[in-house]
């Protein structure tokens, strides 16, 4: 049975800018059936959330970690030795999030390993499910002055497991140990490990700003029309602190208050008859949207109020204008829904 079979997963390795990249020295990913897990090999890739590329499978519930990294740019050696919570990493690699409708059948945000609705589409149960996600990734982010982002990866949903802190290796023997290892492994000699240092070096390095980005507020997207037949059947969501997620319908209608962080960028689809198919983008502005939020409590809203014609949209924070680095409609789009127009 597959809810019985060990979680299988890859290890990335991401950095917010490419002049932040670390290079990875030591590694070891603790897992609760004892099964040794690692990170990829070489350096971090990508950006912010994701690092575009994977390794080998590793497998096991992952439960801590203990590595040591390079930060070039700082000339730092970091060691993080950190325990996850062991009852959420079980949690969460029994949870798969949907990605897509299934024809005629009402699909649910999360199932979990071993609910029979997981197989309702496919014959095989060793087969990937068609709807739904499971694990695909554990992701580390990798910021300035030791900051260490974790994020679990289910395609389209991402989730925040954490931030956590490395230290600078400072012990003379450690430190020894590290940096031999780094250039056994890169095959650096010392004359050039202290040139690529003065190269690369970020002497303001911070990281304030994925700080920043971890701030969450109670908010929700309401997505409204001038058009009396609109329907809206999903919004994806790519989140400044890397999280991600999707609503779809039924509990798109419901769109409950959240506790998140702050959107980036917003995709979504609607209708508003037969042939009247559109995919709309909005890309906010970093400075605007946190300034707006900072100091907000209670429930808030985004509003995107899209005009009877479907050509136009206006983008709001709770009934005030909110500017946004760009608004973008597509027509004609190909994507079709249980409840599109027939």
């Given amino acids: 049975m597959k809810n019985e079979k060990t979680p299988e997963w890859h290890a990335e390795m991401c950095h917010p800018e490419n002049k932040y990249s670390v290079d990875m020295v030591k590694d070891e990913i603790f897992t609760l059936e004892g099964i040794r897990a690692g990170m990829p090999y070489g350096g971090s890739s990508g950006t912010w959330g994701r690092s575009g590329k994977m390794w080998t499978e590793q497998h096991g519930t992952p439960i801590g970690a203990d590595i ?14 950190i325990d996850f919570p062991v009852e959420l990493m079980k949690d969460l690699v029994k949870r798969n999030y949907a990605y897509r409708e299934v024809k005629n059948k009402t699909i649910e945000e999360c199932k979990y390993e071993g609910d029979p609705g997981l197989q309702y589409i496919t014959g095989d149960i060793d087969e990937a499910y068609n709807s739904y996600d499971r694990i695909s990734s554990l992701i580390f982010g990798f910021a300035p002055k030791g900051m260490v982002v974790v994020w679990v990866n289910y395609g389209l949903t991402v989730i925040e497991v954490g931030r956590y802190q490395a230290k600078a290796v400072t012990d003379p023997k450690e430190l020894e140990s590290a940096k031999k290892r780094y250039l056994d492994i890169w095959r650096f000699s010392p ?4 040139e690529l ?43 400044y602190n890397g999280e991600k997620n999707q609503m779809m319908r039924p509990w798109l209608l419901e769109n409950k208050m959240r506790n998140r962080a702050l959107p980036n960028v917003f995709q979504f689809f609607w209708e508003t ?19 707006r939020f900072k100091g907000l409590s209670g429930d808030n809203e985004i509003q995107l109020k899209i005009a009877k014609d479907n050509r136009s949209l206006e983008v709001l924070l709770n009934n005030q204008k909110l500017e946004v680095d760009s608004i973008r409609i597509y027509p004609n789009s190909k994507r079709e829904f249980n409840d599109s127009y027939k």
Avoid: H
């Fill in 68 to 81: 040591t990294y390079y930060a070039g740019y700082e000339n730092v050696f970091y060691r993080l030795k």
């Fill in 273 to 291: 008859g037969i042939g009247e198919k559109f995919e709309g983008r909005i890309f906010f502005n970093q400075n605007e949207i946190f300034s």
């Fill in 197 to 239: 240092a003065k190269e690369f070096s970020v002497p303001d390095a911070s990281c304030d700003q994925w700080d920043m980005f971890r701030l969450r507020y109670n908010w929700k997207p309401v997505i409204t029309s001038e058009n009396p037949n609109f329907r809206l059947f999903t919004i994806n969501t790519e989140y």
């Fill in 191 to 194: 004359a050039r490990f202290d």
